[in-house]
T-cell receptor, first 114, second 112 residues
C-alpha cells in the first residue's frame, strides 16, 4: 500500500496570505489527523477528521481550519498567515479512531512564512 | 494542563542500552505510544502500551505505570541508525473520538 502523501512538500508564503495543504491517507483509512511541529512547541494536535466530520480540535485559533472529502483526502487551510505559523505540518491517517489505532504519518509540508 | 515531559537529549554508545523516560501531568490517558522521528522524516510508530507493564518488540521495549503517570522506552543493542528523536504520546479521549498528545521529545545521539 502506498503511504500517506502530503502536498506540497515545501511552501514559502508571506504574512497575511493564506495557504491550503493537502493530505491523502493510506487507502482504506478513514481518520486523518493534522499536527503542527515546531522546535519550540513540539508536535501539537490541530484536528482530526473521520468520515468527513471533524471529531476533535486542538487549541489553535480559528485561522486554522480543515475539511475531509468523501474519499478521505483532507485539506487544512491557514488564513492570514503569521510568522509564527512557520512549521512542519504533518498529517497522519489511521483506519479508525480507537486509542489502539496506529497513526501513520506523512512526510509533512514545511511552511515558511516571511 | 496536559503535558508529557521527556529529557531533551540523551547520548549513548553503540551496543549500549538506553532508557527514555516520559512522565505526564494529566489524567484520562488510555495508554501511551512511542514514535521515532529521524531528522527531516515523518514520525513512525514504535509501540503502544494499553495496560500497565512491559511490552517488548525486538530491541525496543516500552513500559507504562498509570498509577505513577510514568512510562519509558528501552532501546537495547543500540545502533547508529537509532539516532533520532523519540516521542511519547498519550492517547486521550476527546469526545467523539480520541487524540494523541505528544511529549516534548528526546533527541537520542548514538556514538560509535
Amino acid at each position: 500500500k502506498a503511504g500517506v502523501t502530503q502536498t506540497p512538500r515545501y511552501l514559502i508564503k508571506t504574512r497575511g496570505q493564506q495557504v491550503t495543504l493537502s493530505c491523502s491517507p493510506i487507502s482504506g483509512h478513514r481518520s486523518v489527523s493534522w499536527y503542527q511541529q515546531t522546535p519550540g512547541q513540539g508536535l501539537q494536535f490541530l484536528f482530526e477528521y473521520f468520515s468527513e466530520t471533524q471529531r476533535n480540535k486542538g487549541n489553535f485559533p480559528g485561522r486554522f481550519s480543515g475539511r475531509q472529502f468523501s474519499n478521505s483526502r483532507s485539506e487544512m487551510n491557514v488564513s492570514t498567515l503569521e510568522l509564527g505559523d512557520s512549521a512542519l505540518y504533518l498529517c497522519a491517517s489511521s483506519f479508525g479512531t480507537g486509542v489502539q489505532e496506529t497513526q501513520y504519518f506523512g512526510p509533512g509540508t514545511r511552511l515558511l512564512v516571511l | 494542563g496536559q503535558s508529557l515531559e521527556q529529557p531533551s537529549e540523551v547520548t549513548a554508545v553503540e551496543g549500549a542500552i538506553v532508557q527514555i523516560n516520559c512522565t505526564y501531568q494529566t489524567s484520562g490517558f488510555y495508554g501511551l505510544s512511542w514514535y521515532q522521528q529521524h531528522d527531516g522524516g515523518a514520525p513512525t510508530f514504535l509501540s503502544y502500551n494499553a495496560l500497565d507493564g512491559l511490552e517488548e518488540t525486538g530491541r525496543f521495549s516500552s513500559f507504562l505505570s498509570r498509577s505513577d503517570s510514568y512510562g519509558y522506552l528501552l532501546l537495547q543493542e543500540l545502533q547508529m541508525k537509532d539516532s533520532a528523536s523519540y516521542f511519547c504520546a498519550g492517547a486521550k479521549y476527546g469526545g467523539a473520538t480520541n487524540k494523541l498528545i505528544f511529549g516534548t521529545g528526546t533527541l537520542l545521539a548514538v556514538q560509535p
